[in-house]
């Protein structure tokens, strides 16, 4: 497991789900990690139920990820208990299904503000902090929905493919300042998010959830539904030194899901 002894992680979304998987991973790994989550409740029991660390501490805070202000205040209270951030794990996320002749603005805006105004908003309040060290990590949650396309997910895949042009975009402008940006894109994650969708596509296509988990897998070429902590291995190599010359990079971490 990669060493991040003495590191300060921020989380957000990780009171649950992938995100919560990623702080286990990278306290784990001796970092600090600060879970930020829109349920302030949520996040204080996931920050307390994190491996013990070395040095430092974990912590929490209640965010709206979509509130800029909210956000700002987030890092500002952050920088000043922890003396720093180290890396940045943009994970918060939502999902809708819909066809695109039903989607409607609401499920439009929620999926934008969420799934790409949040990764904005904290990339550019943590950034100066990263710039003035001279180094930090940036990790993104996509998703395969963010190369390809979608049936019934098109809003939500418009997010994400948004959220790796971002990450490849900041990449160039954050390098000359020591400071790397990648994403992981996912594939069929086992998460309450997934629970919800399996009912939403089943209810849309005309089946049970349980044949829409069955063509997950049989679309899988590893031949199962992907855990969180698949997803998190990935977060964790790619915030260590292991991974100090990769930047840009939209990582598919889908068993096989996705290849191009």
Known sequence: MSNLQGKVAVVTGAASGIGKSIAVRLAQAGAAVVV???????????????????????????VDVTDKEQVQAA????????GAIDILCNNAGVSTMNRIEDLTEQEWDFNFGVNTKGVFLFTQAVFPHMKARGRG???NTASMAGKRATPLLAHYAASKWAVVGFTKSAAVEFAPFGVTVNCVCPGFVKTSMQERELVWEAELRGMTPQEVKDEYVRLTPLGRIQEPEDVAKAVCFLASDEADFITGEALDVTGGAHLL
């Not at 409740?41 to 430092?56: C, Q």
């Open 75 to 82: 890092v500002r209270a952050i920088v000043a208990e922890h």
């Open 36 to 62: 930020c989550d829109l349920n302030g409740e949520a996040a204080r029991a996931a920050a307390e139920s994190l491996p013990a660390v070395a040095a430092g501490k974990h912590g929490f805070v209640a």
């Open 137 to 139: 990590r940036m990790i």
